[in-house]
């Protein structure tokens, strides 16, 4: 099978943090380029100090910068690479940054943030919600990276080799080195030990979040999961609603936006049909590199598919960079291209280019738009191909009818056979809900889920409170955690509320945590 | 090093179901043989149907039976060797029990048993307080066997070859196993689906049980930790508290006691110093295999000492066959021989050979003692001893001042090396803390932690409530988990007290669960 020949197999491998288009074993981990245009502060300079230490911590703050996002980037010393096994004793360098600009060490807190399928400089950098509140709680800030992504390969340029070196790279283990991390902290940090540490995590990260204070409740107090699908599994939801949500996304931005996007499925079919039909699609949409062939007609629509996925989940209110750089309500913008259906097919696809183009070149720098490319290199495909077929099985699928996209059926045989070729390994498509429960969470404690309903991966999330201390929060004008991004002006009020909502609870847990300290001594 | 020369190194090696004397690498597991005469259920003469069924559950009940132990005897259809990665599906055949005579269908539940380092067979046999209770509770009984021990062997006769094959003999892959056996008994038998399970446990199998419900509490509405030394881990609890106890049961055993057993080590040394001491002393002591050397004297301390540990968690009301045949109240019968420690060395060495004997041969079948066995076949030594080389590294030590034994300091490097030689992995200390929480557990709720204040096990219990549904119950005269065994005649009122609190509790348990069910639908 070729690169993502069925959308159904894309759908498989989509990150919560993006759909991810590159097929693994052919690009390797991009090294990371960090610009200072790529912030979620637009109205602050940031200055980056990093450092890079083995083994030990060193906490010394520099001075004159403006609300830095790191002050020290470190290493985890030895880091386990099995935490469940006894037959390997090999560490690996665990990366980590730590910011105590306002961290007091009377009556403070620890906001740790579980890190999630990519680079932690750039969840730092997209993560404005710690920093905005770190005054106010006193607290210390930790964004621990998730071994396999960024710096933190267990394993180095041989981490994604073949499954025996990736046999490693699952939550359990994530949390696992986030539980010793935290337990180093404090033993190493004076100050740290008896100070309530709180998770949070987006997305995928989300769920760290939340299953981390579920299996490791002695260690967090509480959890902010934002935009986390923890039910995105199994049956759990019914697979159909992600993509219901994205056309939902464009149906509302625009008159006849979602009937055009329908529309444009059979458009590109039936030019791709015609003799000169794939030159002058190539050329309409400006592609990088021609298509050849018809398999590259399905890895257009692929293509194209993820793009609007993407917009659905970074539709934020203003000016941003989290996945692309792109205008405020960006759906909106790539709507205005899409007002007619009843065009004609070349008319359709001129237009269909104009609304990519939205996503592509913002900036006006694209020559032509690259099929290989859709979002930030800053997510690690590679690793979350692998967990998408091992553990990360998020059934999503399409009709047709309640979605925009063409009808694929969920094939877990399909998807699995996918996975052994690829990675030589099978999905256990029913393990994460054996592991974390599934629906039946209430017995926990002290987790916030918030969603925003424009984010297709809030059909896979807790969207009702589950018990007292089980909360779901609602952001009805926010796309893929838009609360865990830095105040802005443009920020509607359903975010504001969402985000002082989240900081009281907070600030409850850190209550309770003195109380309960205050009463064993 | 030879066998278990120090006693620093047997402690370490305890297990909560009895001293483990053999050490690794020499013995293989014994095969079970039942006898009719292992019962808990003195007066009920108890009918055992085994049956091996592979991938398929039969739940057709075997009719005629007095209070049988065994219904069914099944495996569990491809249970994983490893939960936790994915460059294997390897799968082996778990064993478990099922009794079902007293279950309903409707309003009833599920008590589940989860195995520790021993033979199912011999678990469900000492565990008659689940066959007590069953009618009550509408209950199916459900006992499922511990990977590497009994015939849930992953690598069958391999299974303790190496640190490879060992790689698999974790508490974590063990909750994972029950997880996945209570699914698939809830998919596959009509009516079980709706019903809540109740995990059960004594010993290192109440460690689980607790631990199943902390990490499991979407699959069991509650648990029994039945004489489950969960503090017994890092520095949560002083390491020579658990001989303290020890010594206490002595003390509280007879005037004198435990001053003799305290004055026999030295007499050994100095009898054994002495020209003819060595054979003097086999003779003695009818010893199986007479001491040749220095080292043996050693072995025959460590072996005595065993002894009276083992005598110490099994000091149960009533004539009983746990570890060995055994009198009522065995300590008392064993200081029948100890009141004199004034007399000369050969003359208390005789007597110790009295008390010995009475362990050892209650039956009065023994020829002469044997140093290589103080307890059933029953329990899986070589896994335990891997075990307690991993994961369960349980502090043990003496001073011979507040205890009855001769001076050990805990020596954690010295237990790390012989641990790399016998198996080639090295002990992680703090890792089950960090884990499972150590003492900072109270955000999980509806665990019984029971503990007989005879048994040395509950110095590194929780015998005292943390929360209103984390609580305690205390059994000031019982022994190892006494209120998991069968209601007998001479049970103490304190444990039937105990018995019916847990009870109690449980009901409340499954109330709960059928509340919130019916809300929900």
Redesign the interface.
Known sequence: MGRHTFLSLLLALLTPGAAIPVPPAVRALNNLHLSTGFTSHPSIVMEYSIHYIQQKLFLSALAGHLHSCIILLSHQKAALVD?????T?KTFNQRYLIANKHWKKDGGSILFYTGNEGDIIWFCNNTGFMWDVAEELKAMLVFAEHRYYGKSLPFGSNSFKD??H???L?S??AL?DF??LI?YLKRTIPGAENQPVIALGGSYGGMLAAWFRM?????VVGALAASAPIWQFDDIVPCGVFMEIVTTDYRKSGPNCSECIRRSWDAINRIAGNGTGLPWLSETLHLCTPLKNTQDVQSLKDWISETWINLAMVDYPYESNFLQPLPAWPIKVVCQYLKDPSVSDPQLLQNIFQALNVYYNYTGQARCLNMSETSTSSLGSLGWSYQAC??MVMPVCTNGINDMFEPHSWDLEEFSDYCFRQW???P?P??IT??Y??K???????IIFSNGDLDPWSGGGVTKDITDTLVAIIIPEGAHHLDLRANNAFDPTTVLLARSMEVRYMKQWIRDFYA?LRKKY
């Open positions: 935490h469940f096994g006894f037959n004793d499954s025996r990736l046999n490693f699952t359990e283990q696992a539980a010793e337990k299996k490791f409740p002695h260690l091992t553990e030589g390994v099978r256990r029913s393990w054996t592991l429960g599934g039946n969470i209430s017995s926990h404690t002290n309960s």
